[in-house]
């Protein structure tokens, strides 16, 4: 399958021209933006410069693929072509979870506000409604219990309510849920529970799924590197889920048997120890 100049940019497409622009335009504020300073650059700044120079080319490969899905094809130009898109979509939404993580640790950059944990997961299972993966699962979520009773949360002390960041916070329970749909079969039932001790001052969120128990040898290892138990996985979605934990004082744990399936129990300060940032 070949292509000349005139066919990538033709009158109805333009969009090498313009990509070819808006890169020049991304390469000259980047070459400003890596200026050396005096303030030592870490990890994660790198990776999110990388990222933000990988961006500008990876869109410009997609334009002139999505312009080469609009010419005559036969079957089998057709099919590599879709495989180069497919690959190339992989690898922006690689792109933007590595962005993601670069930006989620850091709590200047977090929006804060209270939050009602109960009304934000609620919030979750009604948008997880719409995604494929989630609506063939059953989804059932257990009242909240507070120092070990079931309650009504009508009380003040039980209202659990953190100081966070709202968006970011959905991030971390819709992904965690989406990846509990992952691990089992349609039809199956995932359970979600929140608890509220108050005593220790500290709200947890339990999300429980049956499905393969995780090796031993990878449940340490899940959220701190990059290892997956999925065959289309990098796992980065849940070392984002930690690190945006980790900026609300909070910590997530990982618990995986045959007998008791897999339970990521996500555990975060009540609003009256955390300090406004």
């Known amino acids: 399958m070949q292509f000349t100049q005139a066919e990538l940019i033709s009158p109805s497409d333009k969009v090498v021209p ?3 622009q808006r890169l020049a335009e991304s390469r000259h504020q980047q070459t400003r933006k890596t200026v050396p300073t005096s303030a030592p650059v870490t990890v994660e700044q790198h990776a999110a410069m990388i990222v933000h120079e990988m961006r500008s080319p990876l869109c410009v490969i997609l334009n002139v693929l999505e312009a ?15 495989m180069a898109v497919e690959e190339a979509e992989r690898l922006k ?19 804060w506000q209270d939050v009602r944990l109960v009304d934000l997961i609620h919030e979750v299972i009604q948008l997880s409604a719409d ?13 909240m219990i507070c120092d070990g009773v079931c309650n009504d ?13 709202r968006d970011k916070l959905k991030q971390v329970f819709l992904n965690l849920l989406v990846n509990a749909c992952e691990a089992v079969h349609p039809g199956e039932v995932i359970t979600i529970q929140v608890q509220v001790t108050p005593r220790i001052n500290q709200i947890s969120m339990q999300i429980r799924n049956g499905g393969t128990p995780i090796p031993p040898h990878l449940i340490a290892a899940l959220g701190h590197y990059p290892v997956t ?7 980065l979605g ?12 909070g910590t997530v744990e990982i618990q ?7 339970t990521v129990c996500v555990r975060l300060p009540l609003i009256q120890t955390v300090s406004e940032q």
Request: proline share 2%; glycine share 6%.
């Open 229 to 235: 138990t999925k065959s289309s996985g990098h796992g």
């Open 93 to 111: 939404r690689m792109t933007d979870q590595i962005l993601a993580y670069a930006h989620a640790s850091h709590a200047s950059m977090l929006l």
């Open 256 to 262: 995986s048997s045959k007998q008791l399936g897999t």
């Open 68 to 82: 080469c899905q609009k010419m005559p094809l036969n079957q089998l130009e057709q099919t590599r072509l879709l």
């Open 131 to 143: 995604l494929t993966i989630a609506a063939s699962r059953q989804i059932v979520f257990v009242p």
């Open 238 to 249: 849940l070392m984002i889920v930690r690190e945006i934990i980790a900026a609300h004082a």
């Open 153 to 165: 949360i009508s009380h003040d002390i039980c209202d659990g309510t953190v100081k966070g960041d």
């Open 18 to 20: 313009l990509s070819k």
